[in-house]
């Protein structure tokens, strides 16, 4: 890889650290509320080999997402090995992990990083980002659709929740929309340079664009002209589709798994409408990595079943813990180590 400086990469930015700060500072404050000896018992009493065990199926996640990113690549470009893919994703998750987005903020840093590894240009890199991003929210918004027709009909959930499932479907209506973006001009399929400048006549004649948009209006092109390929290749699609999917659930077994190893039993389906729940209302751009969103919106969804107000809150937050902070600071070092190494080059 060539140079990079911390600019580049977008990792520091004090506005985005004063918002993780202050993520804290309310998670801090609600344990306070709670009960902080209460909550603070109930989450040392995990065993060590308990916190290791889940963070070992936290970094299966971490693989398998990036795993879903190198089925594509690999058809591409065999510059990039698994491990250099694992280790952008991570990278790309710390970014993500500060930035108060809808699970987009770290995408350029791998884009940017993946260009120098793989030589491939970044229309085709954007467009492997979008059509994973893509299946992993179709596969996110099928699990949380099933938990919510089924917590409707059992328990009173919180608005915000359905508010967010909308925003999603959204936001999927808008992946799909930019895939199939070369539908909506004209089209000669046997001239693609024909096909360009008529895309570019209609919105000069629209939007009175300048050069720069017109560059930036090729790139969006040439990155759907990209993702509709990929989706042509259903066998591929089925195989994301089922990480994603495998991907998602292991979520709400970890939450099953922190409640037991914290001595406490909840209902699984319970645990899925929380967990699922919990994401979608996190994925709102509020705090870094859904901080406070999350937490609260699980504990309140644990607290309907068996769990007082205090327990449901420590394992949410012994959960956020191994979910987020853990590979964040795991994250984190990956990141600096590669800073650490391209400044001394």
Not at 101 to 120: C, M, R
Not at 211 to 240: G, H
Request: proline content about 3%; hydrophobic content about 50%.
């Amino acid at each position: 890889m060539e140079k990079t400086n911390l600019v580049t990469l977008g990792i520091i930015g004090f506005k985005k650290i004063s918002f993780l700060i202050l993520g804290m500072a309310v998670i801090t404050a609600i344990a306070l509320k709670l009960g902080l000896e209460d909550v603070y018992h109930i989450i040392v009493g995990i065993s060590l080999y308990g916190i290791f065990f889940m963070v070992i199926l936290q970094v299966i996640s971490l693989f398998l997402s990036a795993y879903s990113l190198y089925i594509l690549l690999i058809e591409k470009s065999t510059n990039c090995s698994m491990y250099e893919v694992f280790k952008i994703q991570l990278i790309g998750s710390f970014v993500e992990s500060i930035t108060p987005s809808v699970k987009l903020g770290g995408e350029p840093v791998k884009i940017y990083l993946l260009k120098q590894s793989t030589g491939l240009s970044y229309s085709e890199l954007t467009a492997m980002l979008l059509v994973t991003k893509f299946y992993s929210l179709l596969s996110f918004l099928a699990i949380l659709a099933a938990a919510l027709l089924i917590g409707i009909m059992y328990l009173e959930l919180p608005s915000i929740i359905y508010f967010s499932f909308a925003g999603l479907i959204g936001f999927l209506i808008l992946f799909y929309t930019f895939f199939n973006i070369n539908k909506f001009f004209p089209k000669n399929k046997n001239d693609v340079k024909k096909e360009k400048r008529n895309f570019m006549s209609n919105l000069r004649l629209v939007k009175k664009v300048n050069s720069f948009l017109d560059t930036m209006a090729n790139f969006l092109l040439k990155t759907s002209k990209c993702s509709e390929e990929m989706l042509k290749d259903y066998k591929k699609a089925l195989k994301l589709l089922v990480i994603s999917s495998i991907v998602w659930m292991l979520y709400p077994l970890k939450v099953v798994l922190v409640a037991y190893l914290l001595g406490f039993s909840i209902n699984p389906i319970i645990s899925v409408i929380g967990t699922f729940g919990a994401y979608a209302v996190s994925m709102l751009p509020l705090f870094p990595g859904g901080l406070v969103s999350f937490e609260g919106t699980l504990t309140f969804i644990l607290s309907l079943d068996s769990l007082m107000p205090y327990e449901a809150f420590s394992v949410s937050v012994v959960t956020r813990i191994i979910t987020f902070w853990i590979p964040l600071i795991f994250s984190g070092i990956v990141s600096l180590n590669l800073l650490y190494g391209n400044s001394k080059k």
